[in-house]
């Protein structure tokens, strides 16, 4: 399985401030993801990150808000924009290795907490 | 659209009794099932998955999960519950190419 670490682990933000999340990962991988979990919470998916292109978003979700980078295989940035306190969450890294071996590897996650 | 049910917010165990966490899915065609645990403060850990073949399945911890096509279940199943099994777990299911879906999360109480 992959290795991977996430940038902050955690933060305090003021509301209307933007905070970038790092993801790294430690060996090439084909899909990245990025989710949300709210307090108490299942996970939603944010949106697929794409090497060299724009991010898919899921529906109601919008790069405006959640603007994501991809500049290789093993790292990706999500930042939330223009925070709210309905941000604070804890936002998650995925990743799956390989096409074919489907299963999806998470993070450590970055708990935001926007005051 | 494919989606996962985790039909109970709380399970409470004894250590050393066996556990069972249920889960229940719908997809149009061939699911593949993934079990999660979350301990606090930290990300999901990959348990154990089912994509073909013997309907039991192992994985990490001692845990297993049963694929049930005719029920439409896949319930995590361990022999003998640990208090620090004590965690949050998510069933998740996808179709190929889609995305996966998560259920939302049985609280596991083992207590000594």
């Known amino acids: 399985s992959a290795v991977i670490s996430q940038k902050p682990s955690r933060d305090i933000c003021q509301r209307g401030t933007s905070l970038t999340i790092q993801c790294q990962v430690d060996?090439?991988?084909?899909?990245m993801f990025w989710y949300r979990q709210q307090p108490g919470q299942s996970l939603t998916l944010i949106a697929t990150a794409n090497q060299g292109s724009e991010a898919t978003y899921e529906s109601g979700f919008v790069i405006d808000k959640f603007p994501i980078s991809r500049p290789n295989l093993t790292f990706s940035t999500l930042t939330v924009s223009n925070m709210s306190p309905e941000d604070s969450s804890i936002y998650l890294c995925s990743v799956e290795p390989r096409q074919g071996v489907e299963t999806q590897y998470f993070g450590p996650g970055t708990r935001l907490l926007v005051l | 659209a494919q989606s996962v049910a985790q039909p109970e917010d709380q399970v409470n165990v004894a250590e050393g009794n066996p556990l069972t966490v249920k889960c229940t899915y719908s997809v149009s065609g061939n699911p593949y099932l993934f079990w999660y645990v979350q301990y606090p403060n930290r990300g999901l850990q990959f348990l154990l998955k089912y994509i073909t073949g013997d309907n039991l399945v192992k994985g990490s911890y001692g845990f297993e999960a049963e694929f049930n096509k005719s029920q439409t279940s896949f319930h995590l199943k361990k022999p003998s519950a640990l208090v620090s099994d004590s965690a949050l777990y998510f069933c998740?299911?996808?179709?190929?190419?889609?995305?996966?879906?998560f259920g939302a999360g049985t609280i596991l109480r083992v207590k000594s």
């Open positions: 998740a299911v996808k179709e190929y190419g889609n995305k996966l879906v």
């Open positions: 060996s090439q991988v084909t899909m």
